[in-house]
């Protein structure tokens, strides 16, 4: 047993969970081709980056939190 690998279940929570954050992801992905052209540098998508990643981590908060009881 101690030559088991431990693995981060957080890292495979996060793909079960990204599929139910379709709708966030779908926003980023169109942000990101209405800035494509965008030569100033000033257009950004980090508010679409957040919300999707904020989707992510509430649902594995919810599962995580489970396997630690």
Avoid: N
Wanted: glycine share 4%.
């Amino acid at each position: 047993m101690a030559d088991e690998e431990l693995t981060d279940p957080k890292l495979y929570l996060e793909e079960t969970c990204k599929p139910k954050c379709v709708k966030p992801f779908w926003e980023y992905q169109a942000c990101i081709k209405r800035i494509k052209g965008d030569e100033s540098g000033q257009k950004h998508c980090t508010g679409q980056y957040f919300d999707y990643w904020k989707c992510v981590d509430e649902c594995v908060a919810l599962k995580v939190f489970e396997k630690l009881k």
